[in-house]
């Protein structure tokens, strides 16, 4: 399992490498991206994907052999917790990133129609909350799942 570890570690720092290359170094405008980018870019992430997929699977495949009376200290964090508190954490994070994308262009298209119309400012603000409040509902969803825990 750590071998799977180790790949998504390298994956994801190899795609970290490369916006770091091309933020520092950024193609020209008239210039395609070379065939090769792409390429490296797919590959990197269906990587790094496929490792997520397989250590999931392996890593409830541990779980469900474990036994079901555990001697573990009242302190110690088992596979089967840490999954489960990542499984937790996701529906956060999932939702932030949704959030985040629908804030965009809400808050853009907002300030459009501010800068024409001020007295608007009320309804545009009714949209942002709305997009923010899949965020929300995110964090609303992980506290009912900790209280199951």
């Known amino acids: 399992m750590y071998w799977l570890l180790a790949l998504m ?3 994801l720092l190899g795609i970290i490498a490369l916006g770091l290359y091309f933020e520092i170094s950024p193609l020209p405008k008239a ?5 090769w980018l792409k390429s490296t870019v797919a590959i990197n992430l ?3 994907v496929g490792a997520q997929l397989g250590l ?11 036994s079901a009376v555990t001697t573990a200290a009242p302190h110690e964090i088992s596979i089967g917790l840490g999954l489960s508190l990542i499984g937790i954490g996701l529906p956060t994070a999932v939702a ?8 965009g262009p809400v808050g853009a298209a907002s300030l459009a129609v ?10 545009t603000l009714v949209y942002l909350g709305l997009a923010e409040g899949i965020a929300i509902y995110g964090l609303v969803v992980t506290i009912l799942l900790l209280g199951k825990l």
Do not use: C, D, W, Y
């Open 56 to 66: 999931l699977l392996l890593g409830i495949q541990e779980v469900m052999a474990e």
């Open 114 to 123: 501010i800068a024409e119309k001020p007295e608007m400012f009320g309804r």
């Open 31 to 35: 210039v395609n991206a070379p065939r």
């Open 96 to 103: 932030s990133i949704g959030a985040g994308i629908a804030v």
């Open 46 to 48: 269906l990587t790094f």
């Open 9 to 11: 570690t390298l994956s």
